[in-house]
């Protein structure tokens, strides 16, 4: 069904277009909603670009219960646009400064969220929703509203467009690497699993960060050529012989940083099959898979830990690698009402990086 862009109500209220989750195990749909007004501390944001991820079609497969959401919601949690309006008291901002939108929700008041860690926040099972567009109306529609100015950050001279997918395809990648620096040292060695829309990223903020040789593994070869042109040092396929051609090119070494951007069984056994003494996996993707870990299963002393999305402070440093150009996302643009075919492409795996709509054209 198409709905026109806005209009008013016989009671002056005007609603506009929003994509929304409507249901566990549902479709997506359009619906209207009324356009938000921001109150007192609150930002309007006039919405560029809303970015699509796989966390999505995660949340839309769940059973009821398993997530705390308010339903429904309007989709999109990489989110850019420009200031509309200013809620009474909200400070910082000036209309029309183009901003990113950080996506976690976080109770404000915890260890973690009073130091930015808003994404590993303390009360998230009593919030009504894990962020913007992930239980609570996100960017998936013409205006959004957040609940201060702290939850945007400027973006400078990008393209708003261009940068929706830094607030989580490149924030989430950021941080893990932020977080395994001290393993990154000259002469280290960093395996990437899974080239696409975290991957191509993941590449280029290594190579703009740290020191060290980055091996992609991508199954396609199309990407694998992509991740080269990126600045990977060896790019290889999946498969049986895996870990022999990386320790090979390791001479016998093994790697220091696994970036586990998959996370499915397979994965997870190549990266601890490879990891050195001392070394790091850290594991981003959410395929589920899972890698019996105790003392006798890898080398000595190898951290593994998850990473979940990024802190205020990780956003505000990738759009600063964009802004010098160290950073650029591969985007594929969609209109409005072609975000049924942008999921429908996100979920059949057939995207060129990261899929990227548009609400107000």
């Known amino acids: 069904m198409h709905y026109s862009s806005s209009h008013i109500d016989s009671w002056g209220t005007v609603h506009v277009k929003a994509y929304r989750m409507v249901g566990w195990k549902q479709a997506f749909e359009f619906q209207e909603v009324p356009q938000p007004d921001p109150r007192p501390g609150q930002v309007l944001v006039k919405v560029a670009a809303a970015g699509l991820c796989h966390s999505d079609l995660t949340v839309q497969g769940m059973d009821p219960g398993v997530m705390n959401a308010d339903i429904p919601f309007t989709l999109g949690h990489e989110t850019t646009g420009w200031v509309e309006a200013l809620g009474t008291g909200a400070t910082g901002l000036q209309v029309g400064d183009a901003v990113a939108v950080y996506g976690p929700l976080g109770c404000g008041y915890c260890r973690h969220c009073l130091v930015g860690d808003d994404n590993i926040c303390d009360n998230l099972a009593s919030l009504p929703g894990a962020g913007w567009g992930l239980g609570v109306d996100g960017g998936m529609a013409p205006y959004m509203v957040v609940d201060s100015t702290r939850q945007l950050a400027p973006l400078g001279t990008l393209d708003p467009v261009l940068a929706a997918p830094l607030t989580d395809a490149a924030v989430t990648p950021y941080r893990a690497i932020r977080r395994s620096l001290d393993v990154l040292e000259p002469g ?19 190579r703009a960060v740290a020191p060290t040789t980055i091996i992609a593994v991508d199954a396609k070869p199309e990407v694998r050529e992509f991740a080269l042109q990126l600045g990977a040092d060896h790019v290889l396929a999946p498969g049986d012989d895996l870990v022999a051609q990386v320790m090979e090119i390791t001479k016998g070494r093994g790697i220091d940083l696994t970036l586990d951007i998959v996370g499915a069984e397979g994965t997870l056994a190549a990266a601890m099959a490879l990891a050195n003494a001392g070394s790091r996996v850290m594991l981003i993707g959410a395929a589920g898979g899972v890698f019996p870990y105790h003392l006798w299963s890898t080398k000595w002393e190898v951290q593994v830990s998850s990473s979940m999305w990024g802190s205020v402070a990780d956003l505000r440093a990738v759009i600063g690698l964009a802004e010098r150009g160290l950073l650029k996302p591969k985007i594929t643009t969609f209109t409005f009402d072609q975000a049924p075919a942008a999921y429908a492409a996100l979920e059949h795996g057939t995207l060129e990086g990261r899929a990227v709509v548009l609400p107000n054209g």
């Open 188 to 206: 280290s060695f960093t395996l990437v699993l899974g080239v696409g829309g975290l991957g191509h990223l993941a590449v280029q903020i290594l």
